[in-house]
């Protein structure tokens, strides 16, 4: 299984309170079932900043918002959700992936330091 987190909530970013909660409880239910299913399923997350169409809207109604976005993370870039996202849900849907469970991955340009 694979769920979605957000740096929103990791990170704690002002105003997304109710966003941030809600991945958070992602991850909190994500690692209940990851300890529970250990023997048959493996759930991990992915914490993604990529440029879906969702981020591209708000960036449009938002002007000077992706200056924002882009100054933190070191690689200064939105990342892919095909290329840069979706490889590494492969990744974790492979048997190469077997052996981890109840992980929270950061694929967004090295933005979030997990604490």
Same mark, same amino acid.
């Given at each position: 299984?694979i769920?979605? =987190?957000?740096?929103?909530?990791?990170?704690?970013? *002002?105003t997304?309170?109710s966003y941030a +909660?809600?991945k &958070?409880?992602?991850?909190?239910i994500?690692?209940v079932? =990851?300890?529970e299913?250990a023997?048959n399923?493996n *759930?991990n997350l992915i914490s993604?900043? +990529?440029l879906t &169409?969702g981020?591209?809207a708000y960036?449009?109604a938002?002007?000077?918002?992706e200056?924002?976005?882009?100054?933190?993370?070191?690689?200064?870039?939105?990342?892919?959700?095909e290329?840069?996202?979706?490889?590494?849900a492969?990744?974790l849907?492979?048997?190469?992936?077997?052996y981890?469970?109840?992980?929270t991955?950061?694929?967004?340009?090295?933005?979030i330091?997990?604490?």
């Amino acid at each position: 299984m694979i769920n979605f =987190a957000s740096g929103a909530g990791i990170d704690g970013n *002002v105003t997304q309170t109710s966003y941030a +909660a809600a991945k &958070e409880a992602i991850r909190g239910i994500s690692r209940v079932a =990851a300890n529970e299913w250990a023997e048959n399923i493996n *759930v991990n997350l992915i914490s993604p900043l +990529a440029l879906t &169409e969702g981020v591209q809207a708000y960036i449009e109604a938002n002007p000077g918002v992706e200056d924002v976005l882009l100054a933190k993370p070191p690689l200064h870039r939105f990342g892919d959700p095909e290329s840069d996202i979706g490889r590494v849900a492969v990744f974790l849907a492979s048997d190469d992936a077997s052996y981890m469970t109840g992980q929270t991955l950061m694929v967004d340009g090295g933005s979030i330091k997990l604490r």
